[in-house]
């Protein structure tokens, strides 16, 4: 497996000055899109780009990004066996909020040659082997479950986003069970006009 330099990755906030460098009048709006009383566990976020005020006013964005971020609750162990509080430990929620920011600007073209911003190849190094391994929580399989009474999306639409049939959500990892979430939020909030 290759070795990412992440000196060789450009951050969300250089992604944001030549956003802004481009378009003087740019506007980059978040939203926190989770369920208030999921807070704690999860954070999700939207981020919607416009080219200018105009664009703003009549809600024409130039593109859009979602973003979940799973909170740690413990605390992270170093290679040295040293205990440390990982950014997800304490920071989910603004860790969330950059995410979608950077995919939000990356779908509005400012990924340049590099198609993923330096903190989402920090986000999948951490994720890589916990979120394809553990099986999806309580909280996530209600979540979707929810999703799926309230006919915001279907086993078809489930099977799109996922590529396989599932017989049931407690199969489903935690990445699969985030996607769902987020893809699944990010329709009711459409539905809703959010």
Same mark, same amino acid.
């Given at each position: 497996?290759?070795?990412?330099?992440?000196?060789?990755?450009?951050?969300?906030?250089?992604?944001?000055?030549?956003?802004?460098?481009?378009?003087?009048? $740019?506007?980059?709006?978040?939203?926190?899109?989770?369920?208030?009383?999921?807070?704690?566990?999860?954070?999700?976020?939207?981020?919607?780009?416009?080219?200018?005020?105009?664009?703003?006013?009549?809600?024409?964005?130039?593109?859009?990004?979602?973003?979940?971020?799973?909170?740690?609750?413990?605390?992270?162990?170093? !290679?040295?066996?040293?205990?440390?509080?990982?950014?997800?430990?304490?920071?989910?929620?603004?860790?969330?909020?950059?995410?979608?920011?950077?995919?939000?600007?990356? !779908?509005?073209?400012?990924?340049?040659?590099?198609?993923?911003?330096?903190?989402?190849?920090?986000?999948?190094?951490? !994720?890589?082997?916990?979120?394809?391994?553990?099986?999806?929580?309580?909280?996530?399989?209600?979540?979707?479950?929810?999703?799926?009474?309230?006919?915001?999306?279907?086993?078809?639409?489930?099977?799109?986003?996922?590529?396989?049939?599932?017989?049931?959500?407690?199969?489903?990892?935690?990445?699969?069970?985030?996607?769902?979430?987020?893809? $699944?939020?990010?329709?009711?909030?459409?539905?809703? $006009?959010?």
């Amino acid at each position: 497996m290759p070795r990412f330099k992440l000196e060789d990755y450009e951050t969300v906030k250089e992604r944001k000055a030549r956003f802004y460098e481009d378009h003087k009048d $740019g506007r980059i709006i978040v939203k926190n899109i989770t369920p208030t009383d999921d807070l704690l566990d999860f954070a999700i976020y939207k981020a919607t780009i416009y080219l200018n005020k105009e664009d703003q006013a009549n809600n024409l964005p130039k593109a859009t990004g979602t973003a979940m971020e799973i909170r740690d609750k413990q605390k992270s162990i170093s !290679n040295r066996g040293e205990e440390y509080e990982s950014v997800n430990y304490s920071s989910w929620t603004e860790n969330c909020e950059e995410s979608a920011v950077g995919r939000a600007l990356d !779908n509005a073209g400012y990924s340049g040659n590099k198609k993923c911003s330096r903190e989402e190849i920090e986000l999948a190094q951490r !994720n890589r082997s916990s979120l394809s391994s553990s099986t999806a929580t309580k909280k996530q399989i209600s979540m979707i479950t929810n999703l799926v009474n309230e006919q915001y999306i279907d086993r078809a639409f489930i099977e799109k986003v996922l590529g396989k049939k599932v017989s049931k959500f407690s199969e489903l990892t935690i990445k699969e069970a985030s996607n769902l979430i987020t893809e $699944g939020l990010q329709i009711k909030n459409e539905m809703q $006009g959010k």
